[in-house]
Structures are given as structure tokens and as C-alpha cells.
């Protein structure tokens, strides 16, 4: 074994993550955050296997702490659908759903704000993607009628109906929400299943797969829903579930899509321990949306930012175009950086070091005087020019 130096071992014991006391605005954080009670829980469940003594071989049937009431009956209700699974993330669910129902060499239809974990997923799969455009600068609004037309096109083209369809709900760049019912009646015209990845949606916004009228709907827990992760969340509707569950032919109870068992552990743990707050906040889902509007209305009250996305907004996740930082960071002694500088001097984090020109952020969680603070910073940072 080669000698692991002093000062590597030094280096992992004092595992520092400095963020406390800063307002954070990066989007993939604020929906991740963990409550008192999940903080609570993790120093009991933090050893490995911790939540499998009680467990007779399929972990969804543990009764001790709670998973099968959680994932067979609270999930469930809270989403809408016939049955839920928990998987490792929003990624491997749609991996797994379309492992389970797409053919190799088969052609899916996807939206063009997919997020690039559909891209892997798809091309882990051996799948083909065909895109329904978006109205590009600067509203990147996805034409939902045009799912119709693309699924026409690759029958032509193929001599079969897409193996599957899938709509970002929302974006992770411009939090546009796509008209996801019109896209389900399409895909059931046509008889192509339907996936809504939901990975910004569930936990933050009401969402019900029954009502969509989709087949599958995915979403993220530690994008969304206060767990620590690394956890996704996948809703199934009706006959389709026959097959992204069927069980191993040798381990009875073991379903193959899953290899035989799901997260366990912390990333269930703060899952659960955090819902009974994820589904009284998913209520107050249109204070969010006020003060995403607010914000963003006096975000754009400074000269040359502009919001990007549909508007008004409709989703805590914004893309802002600031030219005024651009401009700036050209003569600016740190450059490009200067942004993320000033904004760290203020006690806010989030914007990704050296962006300047255009940036997402997002507003979830926070209060009117945290967002004020945070419009008071960009104003006097913007006065740099
Ligand atoms: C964050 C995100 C994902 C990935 O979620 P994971 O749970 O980390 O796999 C997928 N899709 C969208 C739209 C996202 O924003």
C-alpha cells in the first residue's frame, strides 16, 4: 500500500464546509435545505445500514420507522399516482423508466430544456432523442402542440411511435412551466407514455400525476424536498408499473429496475423526517411565487437586468440576464470575478465564480426582508459602474 501522507489524512478529518450565515441563491440548494427535525434525525440514522433492522428483505415493507406506510400510502397521496418508488435520484428514475420501457435502438421524444441527466440517461439506454424546439431568446418557450408533429415524425422516419416522451416540469434553466396536461393528451392520442420530470416541481409546487395525465413522474429530494440525498422519487400510473417493477426471477421479492433495493439509510431518513414541512410549504406555494415576482420586478428595476424564461414568472428558479455586471467586469481589477466577490462581502453566495453576464438564481425559502437584503446588494453592487 502506497504511504498516505500526514497531511492528506489531516485534511479529511476536518470535513469544513463554510456557508453558515450566508444567504444562498444557488437554485439546486434552496429546495434541499433540511429542517430542525431531519437535522434531529441524522445523527441517529447516520450508520451504514442503519434503517435495515427491521427490514425482512424488501425495504418499501419496513414498518419500523414507517417506509411502508411513507412510500405505499403518504407518496402516493401526496403526488397522485398509483404506486411510488424511491430511487437514488431524479436521474436514475428516468433511467430506470426507460430501461423498463424502451427498446435499445428505439427513439424518444424530448423537450429542448431537457436537463442533460435525460441526455445520459437516454444515451445509457441506447436511445435516440428527437427534441420539441423551444421559441428560443428570451423566452425559450417549449411548443407543446409540437409533440404531436415530432411523434408523427418519427414513425415516418422509424415505422414506430416513439418508446417514450418525456416534459421538463419545470426547466432547471429558465423555470418556464410547460402546459403538461396538453402535452399528456397528445402522448395518449398517439398511446406513447409519458414522463414529467418534476425534479423542481415536487416538494415545492403542487403536483398530481393523476391530473397531468401522464404516465411516470420523477422528482428530486435533496433538489426539493429538505433530504439531505441522495434520493429521487418516481410516480407510476396504471399498467405501465407491471414492468419498470417486475421482480427478479431468482430473488422473489427483489425487483430488478430497483437491484433489489432502493436508498436507505440518511437520504430516506431526512426524506421522511422532513415531509410533514414539504407538504405544509407545497401549500404555501403561491407566497413563493409573489416573491419570485417581486423580486424579480425589482431586480429588473435596476438598469440592464432582465429576467429570461417566461414572465411573469412563475417559478422561485430564474434566469437573469445582467448586462450591468457584464459591463462592469471589464474594468473591473478582479474581472469576471468581481461579482461573485462583492456579493460574498454582502453575505450572499450562490452565483457561480466568474459569471457575470448572465446567471440563474432562486428565491425559495426566503423571506420578504432576506429578499430585500439581497435586491439592496445587487443595486449598490450595480452602482460599481
Ligand atoms: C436537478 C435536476 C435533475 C437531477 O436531479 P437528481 O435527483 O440529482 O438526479 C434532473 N432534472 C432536472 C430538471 C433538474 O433540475
Not at 414529467?196 to 401522464?214: C, E, H, K
Not at 426524506?271 to 420586478?297: C, D, H
Request: net charge positive; glycine share 8%.
Amino acid at each position: 500500500m502506497a504511504e498516505i501522507l500526514e497531511k492528506e489524512l489531516h485534511r479529511l478529518e476536518r470535513m469544513e464546509r463554510s456557508v453558515k450565515g450566508f444567504l444562498n441563491l444557488n437554485p439546486i440548494q434552496r429546495g434541499g435545505i433540511l429542517t430542525p427535525e431531519a437535522k434531529k434525525a441524522v445523527e441517529e440514522w447516520a450508520d451504514g445500514y442503519s434503517i435495515c433492522d427491521f427490514c425482512d428483505g424488501v425495504l418499501e415493507s419496513i414498518k419500523k420507522p414507517p417506509i411502508d406506510e411513507f412510500v405505499h400510502k403518504t407518496l402516493p397521496k401526496f403526488i397522485e399516482s398509483d404506486e411510488v418508488r424511491l430511487t437514488h435520484g431524479a436521474r436514475e428514475a428516468k433511467f430506470m423508466v426507460m430501461h423498463a420501457v424502451c427498446k435499445p435502438d428505439s427513439t424518444i421524444v424530448v423537450d429542448s430544456n431537457a436537463h442533460y441527466s435525460t441526455h445520459v440517461a437516454a444515451e445509457r439506454n441506447k436511445l435516440h432523442i428527437v427534441e420539441v424546439e423551444n421559441n428560443s431568446y428570451p423566452e425559450y418557450r417549449v411548443d407543446v402542440g409540437r409533440y404531436a408533429d415530432k411523434i408523427e415524425e418519427v414513425k415516418e422516419k422509424t415505422g414506430k411511435l416513439p418508446s417514450l416522451a418525456l416534459i421538463t416540469f419545470p426547466d432547471g434553466n429558465y423555470g418556464n412551466l410547460p402546459d403538461v396536461k396538453r402535452v399528456a393528451s397528445i402522448c395518449s392520442e398517439y398511446d406513447v407514455p409519458l414522463l414529467v420530470n418534476a425534479a423542481y416541481a415536487i416538494g415545492r409546487m403542487p403536483v398530481s400525476l393523476r391530473d397531468i395525465g401522464a404516465d411516470f413522474v420523477v422528482g428530486s429530494g435533496h433538489k426539493s424536498m429538505a433530504s439531505s440525498g441522495p434520493i429521487g422519487i418516481l410516480g407510476v400510473m396504471g399498467d405501465l408499473s407491471d414492468s419498470v417493477f417486475r421482480k427478479s426471477r431468482e430473488y422473489r421479492n427483489k425487483e430488478v429496475e430497483m437491484l433489489g433495493c432502493g436508498p436507505r439509510g440518511l437520504p430516506l431518513i431526512t426524506l421522511m423526517a422532513s415531509f410533514p414541512t414539504v407538504y405544509k410549504r407545497v401549500q404555501r406555494w403561491g407566497v413563493e411565487v409573489e416573491n419570485a415576482r417581486f423580486f424579480i420586478e425589482k431586480m429588473e428595476g435596476i438598469d440592464g437586468i432582465r429576467q429570461l424564461g417566461i414572465k411573469p414568472t412563475e417559478h422561485d428558479l430564474n434566469f437573469l440576464e445582467t448586462n450591468v455586471f457584464y459591463e462592469i467586469s471589464k474594468k473591473h481589477k478582479k474581472g469576471r470575478f468581481f461579482l461573485y466577490r462583492e456579493l460574498k462581502k454582502r453575505n450572499i453566495i450562490g452565483v457561480k465564480p466568474g459569471l457575470t453576464r448572465n446567471f440563474k438564481l432562486s428565491t425559495y425559502g426566503f423571506n420578504k426582508d432576506e429578499l430585500k437584503k439581497i435586491i439592496d446588494a445587487f443595486k449598490e453592487i450595480a452602482m460599481l459602474k
